[in-house]
């Protein structure tokens, strides 16, 4: 049996070296920095890229030589082991590194000194915030324990205390800031306190929410159906943005004998889930960055900055085996004592779950996950997009013989209006002024035209001069 089956089946970072480069030796050594900066990993040397075994000839000075290395350019010293193995009369190093607890690990030499990550395959200079968050690593501390300048007694928490109310029944005591590392013993807010405080003074927690029109950001004559920015307090922020979701979605309904079966464009578990977890879970290190919810005809994208914690991708995880790990582990308690997430770190099946268990959900709508070095995105099918586009055929055919008669010009405003005002309940001639943008008048002229096409019906209850697209 081939040797390196076993290491390379175990470990998620392997690298091959033919020869132990002794007088460039960055070459290996970047690995070992960004193997102990992240989960581990392995370095066979006597080994090409193809995996062809070609052997060392000195095993004992090859290994002496890269402990000395390994000591004496890489700061802290890493946790480390060598082990020779023989195969088909050839002589290989295997060496291996384990994730470190003293993070950053430098390669420090040359007049150098740099900390290395991995970024798939590729061991690359850390960037800043990902140097920022090993240096908190290494000190076991995580951006939410941080003490900031701001005073307790200058900031309001109405939002955190009526939702502690909601959930536990039961009034928030001052003690609640304490036990739960809101502030520190002279007043000072930590970032979690910060994050939560109404009027939130951490610049980059926000929230971007656009309705695209159509499938992509494109649009056309009119690129965003609504849009929408949110700050302040974290819980500001989840209430807002699923507010958003649920005012640009649609629910249809299927009869059965004694009830009705709604059949809602996205499951509310799982997009409320994917949003609880960009909030808890996201790099704040990462400034100038901000989590954006776009949403398309056909799926919803909620983007979240900073990648896994472990510096893994999820699109090559196991989904079923992804173990927790909370990045902003303060913030991710307090949100487990309102209610909103558990401890156990089950979001992603949640996701997973609640949409396959949806009534409308057929496969190959299932939710989708991305992550890189900078970014953690969770894509959800619209399950209503198929017969959304049947139903949209069958009514412009409709549509197409009422406005035959008009103008180019005309029939293709009008398309416009229909498609912009299919799912509102009514609207009148301000509510096209304003899509448009344009005077009163001008929307009145449309209005009357779309009458006499006939694609319109009026609507009582609402006020006068309230229409809606006939169905």
Same mark, same amino acid.
């Given at each position: 049996m081939n040797?390196?089956?076993?290491?390379?089946?175990?470990?998620?970072?392997?690298?091959?070296?033919?020869?132990?480069?002794?007088?460039?030796?960055?070459?290996?050594?970047?690995?070992? =920095?960004?193997?102990?900066?992240?989960?581990?990993?392995? !370095?066979?040397?006597?080994?090409? &890229?193809? /995996?062809? $075994? @070609?052997? +060392?000839?000195?095993?004992?000075?090859?290994?002496?030589?890269?402990?000395?290395?390994?000591? =004496?350019?890489?700061?802290?010293?890493?946790?480390?082991? !060598?082990?020779?193995?023989?195969? &088909?009369? /050839?002589? $290989? @190093?295997? +060496?291996?590194?384990?994730?470190?607890?003293?993070?950053?690990?430098?390669?420090?030499?040359?007049?150098?000194?740099?900390?290395?990550?991995?970024?798939?395959?590729?061991?690359?200079?850390?960037?800043?915030?990902?140097?920022?968050? +090993?240096?908190?690593?290494?000190l076991n501390k995580s951006f939410d324990s941080l003490i900031t300048p701001f005073d307790f007694n200058d900031y309001s928490f109405s939002k955190l205390r009526e939702r502690y109310k909601s959930w536990t029944k039961e009034s928030m005591s001052e003690k609640f800031f304490d036990s739960f590392?809101?502030?520190?013993?002279?007043?000072?807010?930590?970032?979690?306190?910060?994050?939560?405080?109404?009027?939130?003074?951490?610049?980059?927690?926000?929230?971007?929410?656009t309705r695209w029109n159509g499938t992509d950001k494109s649009g056309g004559k009119i690129d965003a159906l609504d849009s929408a920015e949110f700050s302040g307090s974290l819980i500001t922020l989840l209430n807002e943005s699923i507010g958003f979701i649920k005012r640009n979605m649609r629910t249809l309904w299927s009869?059965?004998?004694?009830?009705?079966?709604?059949?809602?464009?996205?499951?509310?578990?799982?997009?409320?889930?994917?949003?609880?977890n960009a909030l808890i879970h996201r790099d704040y290190l990462i400034l100038g960055s901000e989590i954006h919810i776009d949403m398309f005809d056909d799926r919803l994208s909620i983007?979240?900055?900073?990648?896994?914690?472990?510096?893994?991708?999820?699109?090559?995880?196991?989904?079923?085996n992804v173990p927790s790990y909370r990045r902003n582990p303060i913030l991710a308690d307090v949100f487990s004592k309102l209610g909103y997430m558990e401890r156990q770190g089950s979001g992603l099946n949640k996701i997973r779950n609640a949409?396959?268990?949806?009534?409308?959900?057929?496969?190959?709508?299932?939710?989708?996950?991305?992550?890189?070095?900078?970014?953690?995105?969770?894509i959800l099918s619209n399950l209503n997009y198929k017969l959304n586009k049947e139903k949209v055929a069958v009514d412009s055919e409709k549509v197409a013989v009422g406005i035959n008669n008009f103008t180019p010009k005309a029939k293709e405003k009008m398309r416009a209006a229909i498609e912009l005002l299919r799912d509102k309940e009514y609207f009148g001639r301000s509510d096209i002024a304003e899509i448009f943008e344009e005077s009163n008048t001008s929307a009145g002229i449309l209005l009357n035209q779309m009458k006499s096409a006939k694609v319109v019906e009026p609507v009582t209850g609402h006020g006068k001069g309230k229409f809606r697209i006939k169905s």
């Open positions: 040797p390196l089956d076993n290491y390379i089946a175990e470990s998620t970072e392997c690298d091959f070296k033919s020869a132990v480069e002794t007088r460039k030796p960055k070459s290996w050594l970047k690995s070992v =920095s960004a193997f102990s900066n992240g989960t581990g990993g392995v !370095l066979i040397f006597g080994v090409e &890229d193809n /995996k062809t $075994i @070609i052997g +060392l000839d000195d095993i004992q000075k090859d290994s002496e030589k890269i402990s000395e290395l390994i000591i =004496s350019r890489i700061t802290p010293h890493p946790v480390f082991s !060598l082990n020779s193995v023989r195969f &088909d009369k /050839k002589n $290989i @190093i295997i +060496l291996n590194v384990y994730p470190g607890h003293d993070t950053p690990y430098y390669y420090k030499a040359d007049g150098v000194t740099e900390a290395y990550v991995r970024i798939g395959n590729e061991s690359v200079p850390a960037s800043n915030h990902i140097l920022n968050r +090993l240096i908190l690593n290494g590392c809101l502030r520190d013993n002279s007043g000072k807010l930590t970032n979690t306190g910060a994050l939560l405080a109404d009027d939130s003074p951490v610049l980059n927690s926000r929230v971007f929410c009869k059965t004998a004694d009830s009705r079966i709604e059949m809602p464009d996205y499951c509310e578990r799982s997009f409320f889930e994917a949003v609880v983007y979240s900055p900073g990648g896994m914690p472990d510096g893994t991708f999820i699109q090559n995880r196991d989904l079923n949409y396959e268990n949806s009534a409308n959900f057929t496969k190959g709508c299932e939710p989708v996950f991305y992550s890189d070095s900078t970014q953690f995105t969770v």
